[in-house]
């Protein structure tokens, strides 16, 4: 950042205005950012055996290529099952 001023300046700018945020607004960044984060891992992750035997028990016969494909096929079958009582 020495060698650009202009993007040390950018910078400052940028957490300048983020000190100014009311709290509410910083925490639900801050949660939005963690919620990416979150997927990111889980996509980069193979499904545990505990949601391939649920997905099992729930009729599902594609294997999911990762945790968080895995995590939606869970969620959308259980609200399926939701919508159908």
């Known amino acids: ?8 300046l950018a910078l400052a700018a940028e957490a ?3 000190e100014q945020m009311p709290s509410d607004e910083k ?7 963690a919620e990416l984060g979150r997927q990111t891992h889980m996509s980069n ?5 505990k949601q391939l035997k649920h997905l099992r028990r ?3 016969v594609t294997i999911p290529a990762n945790r968080l494909e895995a995590s939606h096929l ?3 079958r259980f609200r399926e099952e939701v919508r159908a009582e």
């Open 27 to 33: 925490s639900r960044m801050k949660a939005a950012r």
């Open 58 to 60: 729930l009729g599902v």
């Open 16 to 18: 300048v205005a983020y």
């Open 45 to 49: 992750m193979p499904p545990t055996e």
């Open 1 to 8: 950042m020495l060698g650009n001023p202009r993007e040390a």
């Open 74 to 76: 869970i969620d959308a």
